[in-house]
């Protein structure tokens, strides 16, 4: 790759990558695990956060956990497909 080309990669700012969670969730778990390993491939930041006794976001996402938020925008619910984000994120 020439050093153009690394520099563009360079200055691009990392994607963020938020998941809403319920405690004891296991497809949450197996998501956020799957995007752990993803993280391998492509650089981004991963948090957690569980919507348990939050009312706002307990009536927003309700029993869609785990919701996949890339840069603030919902990306997918229940399940991490990883071409689908792979190719999402990537954009």
């Known amino acids: 790759m020439s050093s153009s080309a690394s520099k563009?990669?360079?200055?691009?700012?990392?994607?963020?990558?938020?998941?809403?969670?319920?405690?004891g969730c296991h497809l949450c778990e197996q998501a956020f695990e799957t995007l752990r390993g993803l993280q391998a491939q492509v650089n981004f930041e991963l948090t957690e956060t569980f919507i348990d006794g939050n009312p706002g976001l307990e009536h927003q996402y309700g029993e869609q956990v785990p919701v996949i938020m890339i840069d603030g925008k919902v990306h997918d619910f229940f399940r991490v497909d990883p071409v689908r984000f792979l190719a999402a994120i990537s954009k």
């Open 8 to 23: 563009g990669l360079a200055d691009q700012p990392q994607k963020s990558v938020l998941v809403y969670s319920r405690s």
